[in-house]
């Protein structure tokens, strides 16, 4: 059974900094792309960023552009999400997805993806 199983999450003040990681069980993903996504409370998954396969391709949303940053180690199986210079705004679920299909452009849209991870709490305090 293949599980992305994300971490790292927690409360941290606005301004702060957190890591979150996600590594896939049951498989390795080193083909395909990977996307971080959210969900706050109301509102829809909306998507934060997503890196290429190789990890030399990323991209991000305009609300977290130049505070956030994804990468990946395909050795260690592993994907992270650096967050800097948090804000109250940030604050959601935020969900680990792999790209149904090895080797193909980057997407935005939660329907590309087919792996999802549980969730790991974020939660910004003012």
């Known amino acids: 059974q293949v599980q992305l199983v994300e971490s790292g999450g927690g409360l941290v003040q606005a301004g702060g900094s957190l890591r979150l990681s996600c590594t896939p069980s049951g498989r390795t993903f080193s083909s395909n792309n990977m996307g971080w996504f959210r969900q706050a409370p109301g509102k829809e998954r909306e998507f934060v960023a997503a890196?290429?396969?190789?990890?030399?391709?990323?991209y991000y949303a305009d609300s977290v552009e130049g505070r956030f940053t994804i990468s990946r180690d395909n050795a260690k199986n592993t994907v992270y999400l650096q967050m800097n210079s948090l804000k109250p705004e940030d604050t959601a679920i935020y969900y680990c997805a792999a790209d149904k299909f090895p080797h193909r452009g980057l997407s935005v849209y939660p329907t590309a993806y087919d792996y999802w991870g549980q969730g790991t709490q974020v939660t910004v305090s003012s």
């Open positions: 890196v290429s396969w190789n990890g030399v391709t990323t």
